[in-house]
């Protein structure tokens, strides 16, 4: 299976307006204005500098979300909506996230949602967003909606602050890291046979020079491991952080406690290797201040990207 989140494409206009359609209907009333904006979300949304993205599944649009603009740098997160049958795969946080990047991106003042309590699910996920609960200064935008949030970047801070990057050195947290990447490896759209991971999960620890696991609460969220090459060379193998601590920064700390740790044991370059279809991944790397560089082993993927480091 492949998933990406991809920008507005007019082969998915009816996917925005079914996917909404079939939420409003299940939960709310169907307002005229509802209709309009889906309806034509090149002139309700893009017109105006807003943007909308769908996360797709083996090419196939399961989930969308749309960010509106108002002007002087206030958007709205808005129109998200996923299949229910894709339920379960992370496609609401991730297009949440590719809009609180793009607002980011676009240099805004202030992003906002309107919701209703009712939806728990959702609003369990805009709060660990970094979405709070605020009076809506505009007065209610929509029927049907029962509560106001406005993004904060101090929430997401905080967030940061209360992750705990530590060594895997006790059995207990060598286990916790070993599940960790099997989640890893089941998360993949990909078979990773081709690099003989059934021998290195049965030899595990065996083979990883440094191991770093995170923490929140005491509970593990995230690892990563270095490998070498040789004397000046590492690899950062199998950086990954759990659903339900994504978007919390968990995933740039270990990159760069990791980082540190190679440069305190003399090593000069770190490589690495993903998917150019895991976007966040892919992004994150770049803003560490990797660069793509030619293949330095074998993958049959179609869309591998090899980067390095300057230690």
């Not at 958007?75 to 946080?93: I, M, N, S």
């Not at 049907?144 to 207990?172: L, Q």
């Not at 609460?217 to 004397?231: E, F, N, Q, Y």
Request: charged share 25%.
């Amino acid at each position: 299976m492949t998933d990406s989140i991809t920008p507005y494409d007019p082969r998915y206009k009816q996917a925005f307006y079914d996917l909404n359609i079939y939420w409003l209907e299940k939960f709310f009333t169907v307002e005229p204005e509802h209709v309009a904006l889906l309806s034509d979300p090149e002139a309700a949304i893009l017109k105006d500098g807003g943007e909308v993205f769908f996360a797709l599944e083996n090419g196939r649009a399961v989930g969308t979300v749309a960010m509106k603009s108002y002007g002087n740098g206030v958007f709205e997160l808005t129109k998200l909506g996923v299949d229910p049958g894709a339920q379960g795969g992370g496609y609401g946080r991730k297009l949440c996230e590719r809009v609180i990047e793009s607002f980011n991106e676009k240099g805004g003042t202030k992003l906002f949602l309107e919701t209703h309590t009712k939806l728990e699910a959702a609003m369990a996920l805009y709060e660990k967003l970094g979405f709070t609960l605020a009076k809506n200064p505009l007065g209610d935008i929509y029927e049907g909606t029962d509560c106001y949030m406005e993004w904060r970047r101090e929430n997401i801070a905080a967030d940061i602050k209360s992750i705990e990057i530590c060594p895997a050195k006790s059995v207990a947290d060598q286990a916790a890291v070993k599940d960790i990447f099997q989640d890893f490896i089941d998360f993949l759209p990909i078979d990773l046979g081709f690099q003989d991971i059934a021998v290195e999960m049965a030899n595990f620890p065996e083979g990883f020079e440094i191991l770093l696991l995170a923490k929140q609460g005491g509970k593990p969220i995230g690892a990563v491991g270095l490998k070498a090459h040789d004397a000046d060379v590492c690899e950062m193998k199998r950086l990954f952080v759990r659903e339900e601590a994504q978007g919390t920064g968990a995933g740039r700390i270990l990159c760069e406690q990791l980082i540190e740790d190679a440069r305190a044991l003399g090593y000069k370059t770190m490589l690495l290797d993903s998917l150019k279809r895991l976007e966040a991944a892919v992004a994150l790397y770049r803003k560490l201040g990797f660069e793509e560089i030619k293949p330095y082993n074998f993958n049959p993927e179609a869309d591998v990207i090899y980067m390095k480091i300057a230690l």
